[in-house]
């Protein structure tokens, strides 16, 4: 046990140095791009593996977090003129203060309502932002948002160097908050929810007080993660909310397998690497979106063991309402 | 508030109301016999709308309307059945069905929207009306064409619910509905029964998409918006009863066309979200779902 913990230690240290060390041996300002928006990815995967994968909770509207973050950071730093470092912290907070709202309903229903709540949730926040138009910039985006500096120092210096960094600590401060709370025992007591939610509930876990602490870390990060986002492009656009986003991320997590905060930050990075590289491709600009639906049906259809066997089991024995009894899948277990 | 409003307000929330029942009664019928909820019912509605299109419009083939219909929709139940066979059917035995078929359906979507985008182009098209010029409802005028949409929602509704109520496949659609494991046991083909159901439930979407085709103009995403109304009709509906949920949607049709009267269409759809989760507070199980608990 102590000897695999070293590994693992030793494994993480190491790719640590290598990311530090990327930015000397890598020069060309694309491929640093790249690793940046590979990083952003990242966090926003890990932290929805929090609430997916560790806590069970059914929550598509992962994606409407981050974007909530962009737009936030981006409009403080912009409109109102606030530090752009404070701007992202800001869109952090807003993000969590979303979720809470949309844990409102969230924490009192089962199953497919959850989907369908935190779905029309994120649709209706795009709504939002593409109607107030002149607030938002609506379809146009929002642009020419501030840029962070530090001591006198402009982050667009030196091709995109400093930017690396900002990224990088980013990252490895979010999966290190992240695999602190899976570890600690509030991350024990939403897993216990997860797999056995009546025994949990039994034992004197407060379900709806840590489903809500769950959405709300893990949209603190996405958001965190979108302020940096819109600070680092400087342009913020409706697109963030997009089916596209949702499935490209959503992906990440599931080849990355869930319930493993690593998983996904690793599939982040190829994957971005392999779906941006592909955008250069002539005709594949949108066409990698169907690659990165193909990828994920065969992900799911012959990977079970490896990732979704690691997905919440017990409340998707008991879907809501009238599901329950319904379910084709009862077929092979009953008869 | 005069006559007039009451009126426009009346109609517009009936056509809305109708278009919604279409799509979202689509949905419920999947959901109440397979237990899976279909995310790509949107995109399925798109393709019956784009390839009525493609035969019937001038641009393409030039056909009768008549034959774009019939190849449409006989086409979306094809892929419909095609869904059902790849994305739903590997995964009947596994105890977490619910939610990967979310993410296959999600990603058959996203799949179709990107298709249909190679395929078409980003430039919107329009399908010929079925029954061209302008009809006066209640001192409210529509187009014909929307008229046609109020008469048939209830007709095709209507024929539906006398399918699954005295035919013998739908008695069987509702058997397996109920509990799929007695209907087996008693010789029903449940197998076979899911690939009705979800035939049935494309060739209502592509209808649905043609019919709305000729009023709205087609784009890739022409499903996504109806989509997410659908689901906000069926969480208030609640899923299990296909006539809570089309009395759901004919209420949220009705509301969304006072709602954008009053204060306008841009804050409209939030208010009809704020307006969900008071309610979600209030009764999780929905506003006309029952309690199950």
């Known amino acids: ?335 | 508030m005069t006559a007039d409003t009451i009126s426009t307000i009346l109609v517009s929330g009936i056509v809305l109301g109708s278009v919604y029942a279409l799509m979202a009664s689509g949905l419920s019928l999947v959901w109440t016999t397979l237990g899976i909820f279909n995310f790509a019912h949107g995109a399925l509605m798109t393709l019956g709308a784009y390839m009525a299109w493609t035969i019937s419009d001038a641009a393409g083939l030039d056909l009768w309307l008549a034959a774009g219909i019939a190849i449409a929709v006989a086409a979306v139940i094809g892929v419909g059945i095609l869904m059902e066979r790849l994305l739903i059917r590997p995964f009947y035995d596994r105890r977490d069905i619910l939610l990967i078929t979310v993410m296959t359906t999600l990603a058959a979507m996203i799949f179709l929207e990107k298709g249909m985008q190679l395929a078409w182009g980003a430039r919107l098209k329009q399908l010929r009306p079925i029954v061209p010029g302008n009809v006066n409802l209640l001192g409210t005028t529509i187009s014909a064409q929307e008229a046609l949409i109020v008469v048939l929602a209830p007709v095709l509704l209507g024929l539906l619910w006398f399918f699954l109520r005295n035919s013998r496949i739908g008695r069987g659609i509702r058997a397996v509905g109920q509990n799929p494991a007695a209907a087996k046991l008693i010789g029903i083909d449940v197998s076979g029964l899911f690939i009705v159901t979800f035939a049935l439930s494309a060739g209502l979407a592509a209808l649905t998409g043609i019919l709305l085709g000729s009023v709205r103009l087609v784009t890739p995403t022409f499903g996504a918006e109806p989509l997410v109304k659908a689901l906000i009709i069926v969480i208030f509906g609640g899923l299990g009863s296909l006539g809570g949920t089309i009395a759901a949607a004919y209420l949220i049709g009705l509301l969304e066309a006072a709602l954008i009267f009053f204060i306008g269409i841009y804050w409209a759809p939030s208010m009809i979200f704020v307006l969900l989760i008071a309610i979600l507070l209030i009764r999780p199980q929905g506003l006309l779902g029952k309690v199950e608990r």
């Open chain 1, 1 to 335: 046990m102590s000897v695999a913990f070293n590994v693992r230690t030793l494994a993480v240290v190491a790719l640590l140095l290598v990311g530090l060390l990327v930015p000397l041996v890598v020069q060309d300002t694309y491929i640093r791009h790249l690793f940046i928006v590979a990083f952003i990815y990242a966090v926003v995967a890990a932290s929805w593996d929090l609430s997916l994968g560790y806590a069970g909770i059914f929550n598509f509207g992962h994606v409407a977090f981050f974007g909530i973050g962009v737009y936030a950071t981006g409009l403080a730093a912009k409109l109102l003129g606030i530090d752009p470092w404070l701007a992202m912290v800001i869109g952090g907070l807003a993000a969590s203060a979303a979720a809470a709202l949309v844990a409102l309903p969230v924490v009192r229903l089962q199953g497919i309502y959850v989907v369908l709540v935190t779905f029309a949730f994120s649709q209706l926040v795009l709504q939002v932002v593409i109607s107030q138009s002149a607030v938002t910039g609506g379809t146009q985006g929002l642009v020419r948002v501030p840029t962070i500096e530090l001591f006198g120092y402009n982050f667009l210096r030196d091709y995109k160097f400093g930017y690396y960094y900002v990224a990088l600590l980013l990252l490895v401060l979010t999966v290190a908050c992240l695999r602190w709370l899976v570890r600690s025992d509030f991350g024990l007591s939403i897993r216990a929810l997860r797999d056995n939610e009546d025994y949990g509930v039994s034992r004197g876990i407060p379900i709806g007080l840590q489903r809500l602490k769950v959405l709300m870390f893990s949209a603190f990060f996405a958001g965190l993660a979108g302020g940096f986002y819109v600070i680092y492009l400087r342009v913020a656009s409706p697109e963030v909310f997009s089916f596209s986003t949702v499935s490209l991320i959503l992906s990440m997590v599931l080849v990355g397998g869930t319930s493993s905060i690593y998983g996904p930050v690793f599939a982040a990075l190829g994957l971005t690497f392999v779906s941006e590289g592909l955008a250069n491709v002539d005709g594949l600009a949108e066409g990698r979106f169907m690659l990165v639906a193909v990828a994920m049906i065969v992900v799911l259809l012959f990977l079970p063991g490896g990732l979704a066997s690691a997905l919440p089991r017990k409340r998707l024995e008991q879907p809501a309402g009238t599901g329950s009894r319904m379910r084709p899948s009862s077929l092979g277990e009953k008869a």
